[in-house]
Nanobody, 115 residues
Framework: QVQLVESGGGLVQPGGSLRLSCAAS????????MGWYRQAPGKERELVAG???????NYADSVKGRFTISRDNAKNTVYLQMNSLKPEDTAVYYC?????????WGQGTQVTVSS
């Protein structure tokens, strides 16, 4: 069993930045891949960014150049640095990880981009 705990969400003005954290209850060497999804009201959950054990990353087109996913293996934590935030980035952001072929999700953290 794996627990993923997100933190770092909040209210930010357009153009601002936030950094989300996802702390895992096990070594993230054994979780592959990990990533972030988001779900806005009335919309389906969508992949925002993913990262493999080897450090390969992928991003949704809508966030390329603005968001960066990274991992700190020593802290068992994955981060999502979000810059140049837009109102359309408003959503609940979920951490995701695959651990021995089972999918695990965090509880979600709200990100609201508004003036």
């Amino acid at each position: 069993q794996v627990q993923l705990v997100e933190s770092g969400g909040g209210l930010v003005q357009p153009g601002g930045s936030l950094r989300l954290s996802c702390a895992a209850s096990v070594s993230i060497f054994s979780i592959n891949p990990m990533g972030w999804y988001r779900q806005a009201p009335g919309k389906e959950r969508e992949l925002v960014a993913g990262i493999t054990r080897a450090g390969s990353t992928n991003y949704a087109d809508s966030v390329k150049g603005r968001f960066t996913i990274s991992r700190d293996n020593a802290k068992n934590t994955v981060y999502l640095q979000m810059n140049s935030l837009k109102p359309e980035d408003t959503a609940v952001y979920y951490c995701f990880g695959n651990y021995y072929y089972a999918d695990y999700w965090g509880q979600g953290t709200q990100v609201t981009v508004s003036s």
